[in-house]
T-cell receptor, first 113, second 114 residues
Framework: GNSVTQMEGPVTLSEEAFLTINCTYTATGYPSLFWYVQYPGEGLQLLLKATKADDKGSNKGFEATYRKETTSFHLEKGSVQVSDSAVYFCALMTTDSWGKLQFGAGTQVVVTP | DVKVTQSSRYLVKRTGEKVFLECVQDMDHENMFWYRQDPGLGLRLIYFSYDVKMKEKGDIPEGYSVSREKKERFSLILESASTNQTSMYLC?????????????FGDGTRLSIL
């Protein structure tokens, strides 16, 4: 079946540090890949997505590249801010999933001043 | 922007009560979803619906039912609430089943069953 594996958190960083959150997946066919962010006390917000191999999704300084050869979709940001403290979820959707998402477990990121 | 509105941010109910969680979306989306989120367990799909009056079980449907009488509204029902249903409940919608169309989430309802 389909699955998404994320690095475990919490990840603690200082402001302006470089952030990487690893995400690898197992899926049939050609999935679409997503990163969602959940700020404290809120629902999930779509951060970025990629729908085919070698696509790069980007938003708010975050980037992730769909790597089919390594089945990965790692999230990166060059300089984090305290306001980036949140839980980040990697997710995939396949052509036969009827729009359902398969989520990773989530990675908590804590950015300190 | 897509707006998914959940009727309550916080709710406290008693064991054995019938509980209704309401979700409304304003973008004419075909699909709607209910998840629960628990520490260490991530998001788990309870039910989803891809059309009015249609519903499909997700991964953990036991103890829950749903209703979708109108396209914009998807209700989650706890038939007889129990303490193990204390959780954060998240509603989401998406345009359709075509791959690549993201889900849009509400702010969640934190439900406590006493």
């Amino acid at each position: 079946g389909n699955s998404v594996t994320q690095m475990e958190g919490p990840v603690t960083l200082s402001e302006e540090a470089f952030l990487t959150i690893n995400c690898t997946y197992t899926a049939t066919g050609y999935p679409s890949l997503f990163w969602y962010v959940q700020y404290p006390g809120e629902g999930l917000q779509l951060l970025l997505k990629a729908t085919k191999a070698d696509d790069k999704g980007s938003n708010k300084g975050f980037e992730a590249t769909y790597r089919k050869e390594t089945t990965s979709f790692h999230l990166e940001k060059g300089s984090v801010q305290v306001s980036d403290s949140a839980v980040y979820f990697c997710a995939l959707m396949t052509t036969d999933s009827w729009g359902k998402l398969q989520f990773g477990a989530g990675t908590q990121v804590v950015v300190t001043p | 922007d897509v707006k998914v509105t959940q009727s309550s941010r916080y709710l406290v109910k008693r064991t054995g009560e019938k509980v209704f969680l309401e979700c409304v979306q304003d973008m004419d989306h075909e699909n709607m979803f209910w998840y629960r989120q628990d520490p260490g367990l991530g998001l788990r799909l309870i039910y989803f619906s891809y059309d009015v009056k249609m519903k499909e079980k997700g991964d953990i449907p036991e103890g829950y039912s749903v209703s979708r009488e109108k396209k914009e509204r998807f209700s989650l029902i706890l038939e007889s609430a129990s303490t193990n249903q204390t959780s954060m409940y998240l509603c989401a919608s998406s345009p359709g089943t075509r791959v690549g169309q993201p889900q849009h989430f509400g702010d969640g309802t934190r439900l406590s069953i006493l």
